[in-house]
């Protein structure tokens, strides 16, 4: 009775029969993979999809995810209750009452259950067997003769006339014991080849869904930080706007109030004009002479220097609007941005320093990712692409397309210069320093002083660069240098805008103390 209930539990709803590779819905019933996927194909142009169980819908067709504990039931299942109405049969002399079959006798060609096998003749002729519906499967079809033997140059089952007077007559035999035991061994073999792929297709899968949930876990920091990013951009943005709106209507407003003042001014001259025509019209001295504001009258300097600076500075006022800095700050966001997505969805990949390039007062590690000045020299040949003269280093790959990035430890460091540089630099000389020239570009501290340099030409940056790590971000094709202060959150320090016109190599000068490659390169 509990193996009825069991096997109930077992059979798949659409078909009736037991599972077969076994398959989940969201809601949770389960149905044989080949039958669910037929029900849902009918239901692909209906408009939706429903479990044919409890009638839930579904917008998409719905995802089905393999129940390999159910499957497993139902192998156990199976293994340890065949079915003996189907496979096995009835006892042929029972037949008042079917009792099932427990051995078959090929000779009689009859299925005995235990009680009339005792009874059943032992002599050689009759061979017992599995029990069996069909006798007819162990006959040779040919001789109508019990199949004894195994040709294996045919691979088929043979009677024993076969090999006496038959077409397999000289071709090599085996017993089907025998045949069936290395056939055994060739399945066994097979079967755990496929049960090794089985587990590791299991690991992987397992593996991938312990990723799936880590990334699940992820997502809702990084969504909640990408959000804030960019809510802090639409606020710059819209305080930007602000501002440039205020200044684009404050022009016109400075001018407006301009010309009041001067219109005003102009009233009071015209009535000064006015007072003055009248005493000179006065033909009684006394009357002109005891004019008490005559003093006033006659000052005509009054304002007059400051009316014209201000009147000047309006006439040639360009709009008072930093256009370019507008630009700059708007491409500054737009270079934040697209480098802070970038970075985040890729990784930095190791870059190495070339001890080849390196001055022979650098000592760089046995990683080749960390470079520190040396009080002793390190007795490197004196080679061409050696710095003779400056204390630097490059690394040993040059990228010539794509967006790179790297990055660089520098500490608490002093006198230092990071960047990048074309392999044509000078190796020899003052020109063979980073930014002294215009092959190279390069940020550098001095005296806790921070400076770009390009061909000999210095920026100055605000001294508010305060992390320890600083990221070099190359997109080669768009002829762009960015420098980043590694801060909370990433700041911009600089871009250089070109046209390369070789391979760049990352760079670094070190007057003193250590530098260590923290994060390296990755095309992205």
């Known amino acids: 009775m509990e193996s009825a209930n069991l096997r109930a539990e077992l059979e798949c709803s659409i078909c009736l029969n037991i599972y077969t590779d076994p398959v989940m819905l969201r809601c949770g019933h389960n149905f044989c993979r080949v039958c669910i996927d037929r029900l849902l194909d009918t239901q692909g142009g209906s408009g939706g999809y429903s479990c044919p169980e409890c009638r839930e819908k579904f917008q998409k067709r719905p995802a089905l995810h393999r129940n390999i504990t159910l499957r497993n039931i139902v192998e156990n299942f199976l293994s340890a209750q065949p079915d003996q109405e189907s496979s096995w049969g009835f006892c042929t002399h029972c037949v008042d009452f079917p009792v099932p079959a427990v051995r078959s006798c090929l000779h009689c060609e009859v299925s005995l259950c235990d009680k009339h096998l005792r009874a059943h003749k032992k002599s050689p002729e009759h061979i017992l067997t599995d029990p069996s519906l069909s006798m007819e499967i162990r006959k040779c079809s040919t001789h109508k003769k019990i199949l004894e033997y195994y040709c294996t140059e045919d691979d088929t089952c043979i009677c024993v006339s076969c090999c006496m007077i038959g077409e397999h007559k000289g071709h090599e035999m085996e017993s089907l014991d025998e045949a069936s035991e290395k056939k055994k061994e060739t399945l066994r073999n097979v079967l755990q080849k496929l ?6 297709t299991e690991e992987r899968v397992q593996s991938l ?23 802090d951009l639409r606020r710059r943005l819209e305080d930007l706007e602000k501002r440039v709106l205020r200044e684009i209507s404050g022009r016109a407003e400075r001018i407006s109030i301009s010309i009041w003042d001067l219109e005003i001014k102009k009233e009071e001259l015209s009535r000064k004009m006015r007072h003055i025509e009248e005493l000179c019209n006065t033909t009684d001295p006394l009357t002109v002479l005891q004019e008490s504001d005559t003093g006033d009258l006659c000052d005509t300097e009054d304002g007059d220097n400051e009316d014209r600076e201000r009147h000047e500075k309006l006439l040639h006022d360009e709009g008072g609007l930093d256009v370019a800095g507008i630009s700059h700050t708007l491409h500054t966001l737009s270079d934040i941005t697209e480098a802070n997505l970038e970075f985040y969805i890729q990784g930095a990949a190791d870059i190495l320093l070339d001890v080849n390039t390196a001055h022979n007062y650098l000592h760089i590690s046995d990683d080749r990712k960390t470079v520190s000045v040396s009080d002793r020299k390190q007795n490197r040949p004196e080679t061409p692409e050696r710095f003779q003269d400056c204390s630097q280093v490059m690394s040993s790959q040059s990228f010539s397309s794509g967006r790179h990035y790297w990055e660089v430890d520098v500490g608490e460091t002093d006198g ?12 020899r000389g003052g020109q063979s320093l980073i930014g002294y020239n215009n092959k ?7 005296d806790n002083q921070y400076v770009v340099r390009h061909d000999g030409n210095n920026i ?3 001294p508010n660069i305060s992390s320890n790590r600083v990221r070099i971000y190359l997109d080669y094709e768009a002829g762009r240098i960015s420098f980043y202060d590694l801060c909370d959150p990433i700041r911009h320090i600089h871009t250089f805008t070109t046209t390369f016109t070789e391979p760049l190599h990352a760079v670094i000068r070190l007057m003193e103390g250590c530098l260590k490659m923290s994060g390296g390169n990755r095309e992205i």
Do not use: N, Q
């Open 195 to 200: 049960l090794t792929k089985r587990e590791d």
């Open 460 to 462: 100055s940056l605000p």
């Open 209 to 231: 869904e312990e990723h799936r949930r880590k990334v699940e876990e992820e997502a809702a920091g990084d969504t909640e930080r990408v959000t804030v990013l960019f809510r």
């Open 440 to 446: 190279s570009w390069c940020l550098y501290r001095k």
């Open 416 to 427: 230092w210069r990071v960047g990048m540089c074309y392999p044509s630099i000078d190796r």
